[in-house]
């Protein structure tokens, strides 16, 4: 949500201030930001509460596909015979693989340290940021007083008000990776990106899982078919789907829970162990001081900004999820560089950012990705379109990989090559993608993509074969005709 007209007029800083730039989170939005401070030499400080690199690096996008990983091999060894194989067995302690996880994280850790930002030229201070006034943060017992704030300070997972809830320990995104023991039978709340990725790879390594989901199917933000793809593919390796349930509590007895739900008016008990909250994210955007500054909220609770990134302060930016567009990494580094290129230049040319080519993907298998509309958008905002869906089916790579679950399928204006957005399911899908979000950005239609040699056998050739079928569906049939009269002619 965005406001043009909530500035209010410009402020005057106290006197000579300590930075240029001052950026509250140090996970992906607030990395990205303090590194273009540093880049251009403006003196920057970063400020981080708990861990350097964020949700990104330690509860999200990093451990969970460590965690995939593992769990994609479990499930290659339980289908080795697709592959020709009589059996194949594992030994493993799923502590071991947890283990692994925090290894990953570590392995990475040195990108987003403390120390890379130093030598960078970034002062880092470790502590709760308190914004005392426009122009002063306070950490600890230090006042940094700075020209420019940007709020970096991300999302945590939503908790329900749910009865019964506070009797069991339940799990977030943000604590599962303390796990050692492999939950027997895992409900997780919730059906979307998170739960997905999390949910599959937990069943593929042993636990008996369950997704509840409130609405009617699993990843309700995309179309039908993908959800129906992907929700088929769970049942068959014996996730149990429960969509159209609504959670009204927990019971527990001892150490025995379930909760119970409503499904057609019908209650239902589901039994479980452990249970992970999948809900969304709410953006980090109280107990620093936004409140009494009066910085200006969306319903949502997100960070209100204009088209430059800018709070109702004209000197204090905001970026990723605590900014509730889009709470995806890569949007947070890319509008990381916007808020700080504005924050620094702005008096003399500021920059909106673009969020007309936005990919995305869950990485369940078969994986799903997205860039630009898909059918459920193009028809709420009533834009016509023509569509194509090459089916993974027929594409030799997939075959010979036993991966030939999925689609891609390509929207069109209509009459035309101009790509309106393209979804995709199938292995590998969000690099398969990368494609079409360079065409789209850079305005490449079909017919190029078509016109460009792709290495055989390849997932990407699936991209050329959609292509091709929207070029076969579009040929001009008087020519062919013409065509077939002139062959014809020349037989004689």
Same mark, same amino acid.
């Given at each position: 949500m965005k406001n043009k007209r909530h500035c209010?007029?410009?402020?005057?800083?106290? *006197?000579?201030?300590?930075?240029?730039?001052?950026?509250?989170?140090?996970?992906?939005?607030?990395?990205?930001?303090?590194?273009?401070?540093?880049?251009?030499?403006?003196?920057?400080?970063?400020?981080?509460?708990?861990?350097?690199?964020?949700?990104?690096?330690?509860?999200?996008?990093?451990?969970?596909?460590?965690?995939?990983?593992?769990?994609?091999?479990?499930?290659?060894?339980?289908?080795?015979?697709?592959? *020709?194989?009589?059996?194949?067995?594992?030994?493993?302690?799923?502590s071991k693989?947890?283990?692994?996880?925090?290894?990953?994280?570590?392995?990475?850790?040195?990108? !987003?340290?403390?120390?890379?930002?130093?030598?960078m030229g970034v002062d880092c201070y470790e502590g709760l940021a308190r914004i005392v006034s426009p122009f002063e943060v306070r950490v600890g017992q230090t006042v940094?007083?700075?020209?420019?704030?940007?709020?970096?300070?991300?999302?945590s997972p939503f908790v329900p008000e749910l009865p019964g809830l506070d009797r069991v320990d339940y799990l977030t995104s943000d604590t599962v990776w303390d796990l050692e023991d492999l939950p027997r039978r895992l409900l997780i709340?919730?059906?979307g990106p998170v739960a997905c990725e999390l949910g599959q790879a937990f069943s593929r390594l042993g636990a008996r899982v369950?997704?509840?989901?409130?609405?009617?199917?699993?990843?309700?933000?995309? !179309?039908?078919?993908?959800?129906?793809?992907?929700?088929?593919?769970?049942?068959?390796?014996?996730i149990q789907v429960l969509t159209g349930h609504t959670p009204k509590k927990i019971r527990t007895d001892g150490r025995d829970h379930s909760l119970v739900c409503t499904?057609?008016?019908?209650?239902?008990?589901?039994?479980?162990d452990r249970i992970l909250l999948a809900l969304g994210r709410t953006p980090n955007a109280n107990g620093f001081g936004l409140e009494e500054l009066g910085v200006k909220l969306t319903p949502s609770r997100a960070i209100l900004t204009d088209d430059f990134l800018r709070t109702n302060y004209p000197n204090i930016f905001c970026s990723g999820d605590v900014h509730g567009l889009y709470q995806f990494t890569h949007t947070?580094?890319?509008?990381?560089?916007?808020?700080?290129?504005?924050?620094?230049?702005?008096?003399?040319?500021?920059?909106?950012?673009?969020?007309?080519?936005?990919?995305?993907?869950?990485?369940?298998?078969?994986e799903t990705a997205r860039v630009g509309l898909n059918?459920?958008?193009?028809?709420?905002?009533?834009?016509?379109?023509?569509?194509?869906?090459?089916?993974?089916?027929?594409? !030799?790579?997939?075959?010979?990989?036993?991966? !030939?679950?999925?689609?891609?399928?390509?929207?069109?204006?209509?009459?035309?090559?101009?790509?309106?957005?393209?979804?995709?399911?199938?292995?590998?899908?969000?690099?398969?993608?990368?494609?079409?979000?360079?065409?789209?950005?850079q305005n490449i239609g079909l017919n190029k993509i078509l016109g460009t040699i792709h290495i055989y056998p390849t997932m990407a050739e699936a991209n050329k074969y959609a292509a091709g079928m929207w070029k076969k569906a579009h040929a001009p049939k008087r020519l062919l005709s013409f065509l077939e009269r002139y062959h014809t002619w020349m037989r004689r």
């Open positions: 209010p007029p410009p402020l005057k800083p106290p *006197g000579r201030c300590d930075y240029n730039l001052c950026v509250i989170g140090a996970g992906a939005a607030g990395l990205v930001a303090a590194y273009i401070g540093a880049a251009v030499r403006a003196k920057t400080a970063l400020i981080e509460a708990h861990k350097m690199g964020g949700d990104c690096l330690n509860t999200g996008c990093v451990p969970s596909k460590a965690l995939i990983a593992a769990a994609q091999f479990a499930h290659q060894a339980s289908t080795a015979q697709t592959l *020709g194989f009589n059996r194949a067995t594992l030994d493993f302690e799923f693989i947890m283990d692994r996880v925090k290894q990953v994280i570590q392995k990475i850790d040195p990108h !987003d340290s403390v120390d890379r930002y130093t030598r940094l007083t700075t020209k420019n704030i940007i709020v970096a300070t991300g999302a709340l919730g059906a369950t997704l509840v989901q409130r609405g009617e199917r699993i990843l309700k933000q995309e !179309d039908p078919d993908v959800s129906d793809c992907l929700a088929d593919g769970f049942k068959s390796e014996g499904h057609d008016n019908t209650p239902v008990s589901i039994s479980f947070a580094a890319h509008e990381s560089w916007y808020a700080a290129v504005n924050a620094l230049f702005g008096k003399f040319k500021k920059f909106k950012p673009d969020y007309t080519v936005i990919p995305r993907a869950v990485f369940t298998d078969p059918e459920m958008e193009a028809i709420a905002r009533n834009i016509p379109y023509e569509k194509v869906v090459y089916p993974l089916a027929d594409l !030799d790579r997939a075959i010979a990989d036993s991966k !030939d679950n999925g689609f891609v399928k390509v929207l069109t204006t209509p009459g035309k090559d101009t790509i309106l957005g393209v979804t995709i399911v199938g292995s590998r899908a969000s690099d398969t993608i990368a494609e079409f979000v360079l065409a789209m950005k």
